[in-house]
């Protein structure tokens, strides 16, 4: 089912450039600008959302200071003045658990906790500390190509993480995974704004005071714009939001990214957490940001700018108007002002998008093409390259991730070719589908020559039915020979898939992992989990199709995702029980002590092969080719 971009009506080129005279006639005022990326992301490498905007906002001449608080926040957590601001806080816990057990009787975690909270000593935080620094030195020195030290230091990671949260409990902190948990529900709103006024497990609140709000008062910008990737940053970003309205009322607040795109329809109806912030970018959001920007400076309200949800004195309004950015015109990420040498990486990876959309476009699970009011669009080869080379030489790195959502196989030939012919010498990463027009032995020639080093496969499935449920277009001859061609060729190849798309029986899923199982030399990790029936894919729109019957709760009113039942096939809870099965029993040598991956992206480029069997937590015996199979154990 191919994508429905109709979401209102499209500006025209003509009216973008108005607004641009009409800024400048108005007294043309230059801004300031602080575009903030919230908690929690993993701090290996800078958020192109940020970057990219910023080289929009300074080619119109504003003055734009990027701060990315999820990166300065863990290199706070990992650092002294935080962990001894964490012992202070040990007795007021502690405080705190005597009274309440005065009124009733603990929980066993909080039992639990009382005890942790004892031993966190002065030695026992000093302790931490010298181990939390020692960590950040491995991640961003060569130290880090040793496995032993990289495992050790990740292991710190949670081990600090683990003793921060006892603070801040009931709360659980995490890194990684990035799981951090205010023990409020993410999907309803009414929670989400209990959790911002929450002093005590809201960790945000500490960190908007020592990094986000000393920074405000120093640049005293005119607006501020937060950029929400998960839905899980809605409460690090509300909190940000709420606490910038109490301190600095006149700066303009805006949200956008891909959350706020999804929530696009529910944000206007609620008062209360539009509230906190001024306005919202939703689609894409260069020209509406800039537009915003401009108008906030020259004192103009925001009707007419495209791609815009804003509180003006009618209430909450929604422009009718979409804007879909021409990507020719677009320069490459700026990514200065941000402390590049801080991310928990050794050598610096960028990120750098060259198309807009998904070329393919019909995949029924995904709601990808919610974020675009345009189909796929790309810049022009000589435009990557030159972009690729200026960012080469003005960050001196030469580690990409190509984010784009699936790379299109008639660019990927030809930008493979051409970074060969270019000698560009850099080293890369992206996203794939599995293509039957890209079996050709020269196109992974000239993929492995061009620097191409990891690739993270839309697997979904290994059973033909279901991928042809799913409109995924391909084979397992094709998804097969494809791993075959990238393998043999020095390419990792990960592969992502989920089991329980509607339809699906058990025996199919079964099949998909005798598929992996029987592939497991050509596959090197996987990332693999259940069904989501999320509320903007085709799935979701078209419920009886797929034989779904969604169960909508109206309390839970930021909900993305809903809880569902099937016709046939297998139910929630019954792909659940084949992914926790699979999760336990799968083959070896796909558990890895490194997992990030952009760890696993550098350790590849470094050592040049994608079979590294250091990188692997249970190395696979020699001669286990006739071991059991995890589709003869699911039950």
């Not at 908690?39 to 490498?45: A, G, L, M, N, R």
């Not at 683990?162 to 529900?185: G, Q």
């Not at 850099?426 to 996203?431: A, D, G, K, P, Y």
């Not at 050709?440 to 059973?463: I, K, P």
Request: overall charge negative; proline content about 5%; hydrophobic content about 40%.
């Amino acid at each position: 089912m191919k994508v429905e971009y109709a979401k209102g009506e499209r500006a025209s080129l003509d009216l973008v450039q108005l607004h641009r005279h009409a800024s400048a006639q108005s007294g043309g005022r230059k801004a300031k600008v602080m575009v903030v990326f919230p908690p929690d992301w993993y701090p290996s490498e800078p958020y192109l959302s940020l970057p990219t905007l910023t080289s929009v906002l300074r080619a119109a001449g504003h003055q734009v200071v990027q701060k990315d608080v999820n990166l300065e926040m863990y290199d706070w957590f990992f650092s002294g003045d935080f962990l001894r601001r964490v012992l202070k806080k040990v007795p007021q816990q502690l405080d705190r658990l005597r009274k309440l057990s005065k009124k009733r009787e603990l929980e066993e975690w909080e039992t639990e906790t009382q005890v942790a909270l004892c031993e966190l000593t002065r030695d026992r935080i000093a302790d931490l500390t010298e181990k939390a620094e020692k960590a950040k030195r491995i991640v961003r020195t060569q130290e880090f190509y040793e496995t032993d030290k990289l495992e050790w230091a990740i292991n710190v990671f949670r081990e600090v993480t683990a003793a921060i949260s006892l603070v801040y409990a009931p709360a659980r902190i995490c890194m990684p995974p990035m799981e951090t948990d205010l023990s409020y529900k993410v999907f309803m709103s009414s929670e989400v704004l209990d959790a911002v006024q929450d002093t005590q497990v809201n960790v945000y609140r500490d960190v908007f005071e020592h990094l986000l709000r000393p920074a405000i008062e120093a640049e005293r910008p005119d607006v501020i714009g937060i950029s929400i990737v998960l839905q899980q940053q809605l409460f690090s970003t509300m909190t940000f939001c709420s606490l910038i309205k109490q301190y600095f009322p006149n700066v303009h607040v805006t949200i956008g990214g891909n959350t706020v795109t999804r929530l696009r329809d529910v944000l206007p109806g609620k008062p209360d957490l539009f509230a906190l912030f001024d306005s919202a970018v939703i689609y894409e959001g260069e020209t509406a940001f800039l537009q915003l920007v401009e108008a906030v400076a020259a004192g103009r309200d925001l009707a007419g700018i495209p791609n815009v949800i804003y509180r003006g004195a009618a209430g909450i309004q929604t422009s009718v108007l979409t804007y879909a950015e021409d990507m020719s015109t677009l320069p490459p990420p700026d990514f200065v002002g941000l402390p590049l040498e801080k991310y928990f990486v050794p050598d610096r990876i960028l990120p750098y998008l060259a198309t807009r959309g998904c070329y393919w476009g019909r995949c029924e699970f995904c709601d990808h093409g919610e974020g675009y009011t345009a189909g796929y669009r790309t810049k022009k080869l000589e435009q990557i390259i030159d972009d690729l080379r200026t960012l080469k030489a003005k960050y001196q790195t030469k580690y990409f991730h190509f984010t784009d959502e699936s790379y299109p196989p008639a660019l990927f030939r030809k930008l493979t070719r051409k970074l060969t012919e270019t000698s560009l010498d850099i080293l890369w990463t992206t996203h794939m589908r599995f293509e039957k027009s890209l079996l050709d032995q020269m196109v992974w020639n000239d993929a492995a020559a061009s620097g191409c080093r990891y690739l993270h496969f839309g697997f979904e499935s290994g059973n033909e039915r279901v991928l042809k449920l799913m409109d995924k277009a391909t084979t397992g001859d094709v998804i097969h020979r494809s791993l075959e061609l990238s393998s043999n060729v020095g390419i990792w190849n990960h592969v992502m898939g989920f089991f329980g798309f509607p339809g699906e029986t058990r025996e199919e899923a079964l099949s998909s992992i005798r598929f992996l199982e029987d592939n497991r030399e050509l596959v090197h990790s996987i990332g693999f989990g259940t069904f989501d029936l999320s509320r903007h894919t085709p799935v979701a729109k078209n419920p009886e199709k797929f034989g779904v019957t969604a169960y909508v709760n109206p309390e839970w009113d930021l909900a993305l995702d809903y809880y569902y039942t099937v016709r046939e096939g297998l139910s929630v809870e019954e792909a659940e029980r084949v992914f926790e099965e699979f999760e336990r029993q799968h083959y070896p040598g796909w558990d890895l002590r490194v997992f990030i991956r952009e760890y696993v992206f550098l350790y590849v480029a470094r050592f040049g092969t994608n079979r590294l069997p250091a990188l692997q937590f249970r190395p696979p015996v020699v001669g286990a080719g006739d071991l059991t199979t995890v589709a003869g154990k699911v039950c």
